[in-house]
């Protein structure tokens, strides 16, 4: 018999429609007190760890899931789940597959609906994840996250709808993995993944999202002595506007990395326009190219990154790599 550890984190599949229609958080998490869940196979260990809704989960709050899942590690735990509110839901998980060993399953889920909702997924996701994370199948594949019968990688899903139960998608490459009656089945895996441990997080991080006539406004406002990272989400296959160059080179002199990556849904970030502002120009003037990551994930890689006190030539390979 598999022992899984449930770790309760809040959002929307914790929480209960009123009279009035409007979601809000329990006292009391009801899919925490679920224990039908493979009746007779599962060890279900479970762990109210915080009750927030998900914009109120922060790095620090992921440092603390992360020491945390060390500890079941250490304690002989054969997998863990995790319920989070969907709306960072992939930053935790890919600030998770960054920061954990790849030894046990680790699967985040969630709900679009609330409990107490006609078409609750709450239950249901819960339930596959804890058959995802108790699989053998599931060994090696880094953190996962399940949610509507499908089986993603943390690095690459994301939120693509606000309120459909078929949100979490994978472009380009699509889910890794199904789950059938209970069971998880997979069709593709990563090629390899990298673990950068770390014990806190460093703040003055942030993302900008480039659009057009853009000016160097919002870059100048980060030029002070808190800044330590910035993304940002470029235009196309990785470009700016050319009256943001002047202030982001002065963010650039000041040794400030910077992460490149597009705005687009699908495809990848690449040095391929040869004017002021295209991508040739930004990586020549040293910004880093991140290919494969969205804005937010991008951000939590170069976080970690910088938590882990890379610098220089390593930060730039650990940031740019595809593939970790």
């Known amino acids: 018999m598999k ?6 984190t809040g959002g ?7 009279e009035n229609g409007e979601v809000v958080p329990n006292n009391e998490n009801p ?6 869940i493979l009746k007779g196979q599962i060890n279900l260990i479970t762990d109210n760890l915080f009750n927030l809704p998900s914009p109120h989960i922060t790095p620090q709050v992921m440092l603390t899931l992360k020491q945390r899942i060390m500890l079941a590690i250490d304690q002989g735990i ?36 609330s409990s107490n909702e006609v078409g609750s997924d709450g239950l249901y996701n819960f339930q596959n994840a804890i058959s995802i994370a108790a699989s053998t199948e599931s060994y090696g594949k880094g953190v996962l996250v399940a949610m509507n019968d499908e089986i993603h990688t943390a690095r690459f899903v994301t939120k693509t709808h606000t309120t459909n139960v078929d949100t979490f998608r994978t472009p380009t490459f699509g889910p890794i993995g199904l789950v059938t009656q209970h069971q998880a089945k997979y069709f593709q895996e990563l090629i390899r993944t990298e673990v950068c441990d770390i014990d806190h997080v460093v703040e003055g991080v942030y993302l900008l999202k480039a659009y057009a006539g853009m000016d160097g406004t919002l870059f100048s406002a980060l030029d002070n002595e808190k800044t330590r990272g910035l993304v940002i989400e470029g235009l196309g296959a990785g470009n700016v506007p050319p009256q943001t160059l002047a202030a982001i080179q002065r963010l650039l002199d000041l040794n400030i990395p910077i992460v490149l990556v597009s705005r687009c849904y699908n495809g990848v970030a690449q040095k391929i326009y040869d004017y002021t502002g295209g991508g040739i ?20 890689k170069l976080l970690v990154a910088l938590s882990n006190h890379k610098t220089g030539t390593e930060l730039r390979r650990f940031v740019s790599n595809a593939v970790s």
């Not at 022992?3 to 309760?8: D, G, R, S, V």
């Not at 929307?12 to 009123?18: H, L």
């Open 3 to 8: 022992t899984i550890l449930a770790i309760h």
């Open 12 to 18: 929307t599949i914790s929480m209960s429609q009123n």
């Open 31 to 36: 899919i925490a007190k679920e224990q039908i």
């Open 78 to 113: 054969d997998g863990v789940v995790i319920t989070h509110g969907t709306d960072t839901l992939e930053e935790t998980a890919y600030f998770l597959d960054l920061t954990l060993p790849n030894t046990i399953p680790v699967v985040l889920t969630g709900a679009m609906r």
């Open 281 to 300: 120009q930004l990586e020549k003037m040293g910004l880093i190219l991140c290919q494969g990551l969205n804005g937010q994930k991008a951000r939590i």
